[in-house]
């Protein structure tokens, strides 16, 4: 099993930054990416961002593309997610995944990821 703890939520104005954080424990050797998803009232959840633990290798949604940045530190098992000029339309509850499949590409889809976190709210007013 894979436990997985976000933090770094709240409220920050348009143009503003936020950097969550999610620190996985248990047998986090076992997985081979971890993701940001996110979902919105009323929308489905969507993929955010997602990197290899291995190669760094990273992916993201074109809506964050040049905006968030994800990065992670074997050493604390902690994936991050840079999130800078932030939109109204970011609002949303924000969840940290982790998959163990190997794959060509960094996957993008919730199917792949088994493990969840409980979420964090990020809301950003205008």
């Known amino acids: 099993q894979v436990q997985l703890v976000e933090f770094g939520g709240g409220l920050v104005q348009a143009g503003g930054s936020l950097k969550l954080s999610c620190v996985a424990s248990?047998?986090?050797?076992?997985?081979?990416?971890m993701g940001w998803f996110r979902q919105a009232p009323g929308k489905e959840r969507e993929f955010v961002a997602a990197?290899?633990?291995?190669?760094?290798?990273?992916r993201y949604a074109d809506s964050v593309k040049g905006r968030f940045t994800i990065s992670r530190d074997n050493a604390k098992n902690t994936v991050y997610l840079a999130m800078n000029s932030l939109k109204p339309e970011d609002t949303a509850v924000y969840y940290c995944a982790a998959g163990k499949g190997l794959t060509v590409s960094v996957p993008t889809t919730e199917a792949f990821y088994g493990y969840w976190g409980q979420g964090t709210q990020v809301t950003v007013s205008s």
């Open positions: 248990g047998r986090t050797f076992s997985t081979n990416y």
């Open positions: 990197i290899s633990w291995t190669y760094s290798t990273t």
